[in-house]
């Protein structure tokens, strides 16, 4: 799975880089990325089906909740990393 990351085309926008839309719009790009949210919704709904408490996530830590990484001084503003299918 993670060598997906290595063969995908990569291109720069605004100071950064991200996988090229092109290719992430080809068919098996997208055969796969529906078969990774098909899993992740049973992985969730099998996780609330057994009480997970997705309203209360902090109760779930056993020794609190773990401290928050810092990415240095450049990531300074709250990070989101989602990504959008087509």
Same mark, same amino acid.
């Given at each position: 799975?993670?060598?997906?990351? *290595?063969?995908?085309?990569?291109?720069?926008?605004? /100071? /950064?880089?991200?996988?090229?839309?092109?290719?992430?719009?080809?068919? &098996?790009?997208?055969?796969?990325?529906?078969?990774?949210?098909?899993?992740?919704?049973?992985? *969730?709904?099998?996780?609330?089906? &057994?009480? *997970?408490?997705?309203?209360?996530? =902090?109760?779930?830590?056993?020794? /609190?909740?773990?401290?928050?990484?810092?990415?240095?001084?450049?990531?300074?503003? =709250?990070? &989101?990393?989602? *990504?959008?299918? =087509?």
């Amino acid at each position: 799975m993670l060598r997906w990351w *290595f063969i995908c085309p990569l291109v720069r926008r605004d /100071g /950064g880089v991200m996988v090229a839309t092109d290719w992430m719009q080809t068919p &098996s790009q997208l055969a796969g990325a529906r078969i990774v949210a098909e899993r992740t919704c049973q992985i *969730f709904t099998r996780l609330a089906a &057994s009480g *997970f408490a997705f309203d209360q996530p =902090a109760a779930l830590y056993l020794d /609190g909740r773990p401290a928050l990484v810092d990415f240095g001084p450049r990531h300074t503003a =709250a990070i &989101s990393l989602s *990504f959008a299918m =087509a």
